[in-house]
């Protein structure tokens, strides 16, 4: 009888994990961070409008998600030729917020504050993350960005796919929903990788992100 309960409750732990993480969108592998490219003197330059523009992220657990942005504080992209080719974005991690929970709920302060520590992104000793482009490539009718992600002062390469459209001096750049292993950044909290026991207490290692950069000419 023993080993059927525990037979049963494996299966529905295992049913678990697996519906909390059928969600994965683009997954990516982190790879070792690669030279950026020195911008061309005639290559167009776009500066982000940081009111418009932002990182939107998405955590998983058994038991639900979380959501919420990250504020974009500078950056630019660059066309050569009408293509693009390179560009940089900062990521203010001080201003992380959390959207699922009512902003008045004392919950959504306490997840924040979570979120700035050292279980998460340890805010205090880095304040910024940054995305410097590497390389830009067509393949399967989309364009795929590769650049260098910097969380916690630990830089790895990473791909995922962008639609950019020009019209007249405004670039926008709009990043599909893609996936980064967070553990790759050290960020090891409650991760089945690094703690046994925690049962349905886990979160996944997939935090699921999306960049939405508006820019001008400069």
């Known amino acids: 009888m023993k080993k059927q309960i525990f037979k049963i409750t494996s299966i529905l732990f295992l049913g678990i994990a697996a519906i909390s993480c059928k969600e994965t969108k683009n997954e990516t592998e982190a790879t070792k961070a690669e030279e950026v490219k020195a911008?061309?003197?005639?290559?167009d330059r776009y500066t982000a409008d940081v009111e418009g523009s932002k990182l939107a992220w998405k955590g998983f657990k058994p038991t639900g998600t979380?959501?919420?942005?990250?504020?974009i504080s500078e950056g630019y992209v660059v066309f050569d030729n009408g293509k693009l080719n390179g560009g940089n974005f900062v990521f203010d991690m001080n201003a992380i917020t959390v959207l699922d929970i009512e902003s008045a709920d004392d919950n959504n302060a306490k997840l924040v504050g979570h979120l700035k520590s050292p279980d998460f992104f340890d805010v205090e000793n880095?304040?910024?993350?940054s995305f410097d482009i590497t390389g830009v490539e067509e393949k399967d009718g989309k364009t795929w960005v590769k650049g260098n992600l910097s969380i916690k002062n630990i830089k790895k390469n990473i791909e995922f796919?962008?639609?950019?459209?020009?019209i007249g001096d405004e670039a926008l750049l709009k990043s599909e929903p893609f996936t980064i292993d967070?553990?790759?950044?050290?960020?090891?909290?409650?991760?089945?990788?690094?703690?046994?026991?925690?049962?349905?207490?886990?979160i996944n290692d997939g935090i699921e992100i999306a960049i939405d950069v508006k820019a001008k000419k400069s």
């Open 182 to 202: 967070r553990t790759e950044w050290d960020i090891k909290y409650k991760s089945t990788k690094f703690f046994d026991d925690l049962k349905d207490k886990f």
């Open 126 to 129: 880095h304040a910024f993350s």
């Open 161 to 166: 796919p962008v639609e950019v459209t020009v």
């Open 66 to 71: 979380h959501d919420g942005t990250v504020k």
């Open 39 to 43: 911008v061309e003197a005639t290559a």
